[in-house]
């Protein structure tokens, strides 16, 4: 049973590029969440997403940052421009359903280097 | 969701249990513990969650208290495999993310 897989693993961008971190959920989930870690920071949440549809995006940046969770294919979080601070571990998880009684699995993150 | 609060750090004693206490006061009925642990820069990972009941798996024993304002995991044999970044997670019945603190630094030495 294959684990929740991200790609690419380790992404460098230049300042004003874009990134494009995926995220493929673990067979028959159909719940994914987002989280950042920023060097020497705990985890935060981004965003959570059900097939097609985002739930809740409270912990997203206003401006730049966007997610996709499409009926066929990966997850995928998008940064447009980015810019230094955006240097950080992205850690994608998925559960089978919603609510505290279904673990959330976590993936190996993607370590994203803004230069 | 409920605030919790953990030690910074512990050492335990490889072969040894290591007991890693969590205080979470203001929890309410609907909340529930979890406990994930962090190797390294690896991602989190699941270890146990419960609700008022004490749990055990494979990997671990989680040991809720009466009144439910505190908890305790518990693993039976630290190896040096376990040394990480361990946290533990109020979230409401129906919530949907998970907060992490700052977690508890486990050091397990030989």
């Known amino acids: 049973n294959a684990g929740v897989m991200q790609n690419p693993r380790h992404l460098v961008r230049r300042r004003g590029q874009e990134a494009r971190l995926r995220c493929s959920p673990m067979?028959?989930?159909?719940?994914v969440y987002w989280y950042r870690q920023l060097p020497e920071e705990g985890l935060k949440f981004m965003v959570y997403?059900?097939?097609?549809?985002?739930?809740?995006e409270s912990g997203m940046p206003k401006e730049r940052f966007s997610a996709e969770f499409p009926k066929e294919g990966p997850s995928i979080l998008r940064i447009q421009q980015v810019v230094r601070g955006d240097s950080a571990a992205y850690f994608c998880?998925?559960?089978?359903?919603?609510?505290?009684?279904?673990?959330?699995?976590f993936g190996p993150g993607t370590r994203l280097t803004v230069t | 969701d409920a605030k919790t609060t953990q030690p910074p750090s512990m050492d335990c004693a490889e072969g040894r249990a290591a007991n890693l206490p969590c205080n979470h006061s203001?929890?309410?009925?609907?909340?529930?513990v979890y406990w994930y642990r962090q190797i390294h820069s690896q991602g989190p990972q699941y270890i146990i969650h419960g609700l008022k009941n004490n749990e055990t798996n494979e990997m671990a024993s989680l040991i809720i208290t009466e009144d439910r304002k505190s908890s305790t995991l518990i693993l039976p044999h630290a190896t040096l495999r376990d040394t990480a970044v361990y946290y533990c997670?109020?979230?409401?019945?129906?919530?949907?993310?998970?907060?992490f603190g700052a977690g508890t630094i486990l050091r397990v030495k030989s």
């Open positions: 997403l059900q097939k097609e549809n985002i739930i809740d």
């Open positions: 067979k028959g989930h159909s719940h």
């Open positions: 203001t929890i309410s009925g609907n909340e529930y």
């Open positions: 997670i109020v979230i409401t019945e129906y919530g949907n993310k998970l907060v």
């Open positions: 998880a998925s559960s089978l359903g919603t609510g505290a009684n279904y673990e959330q699995y």
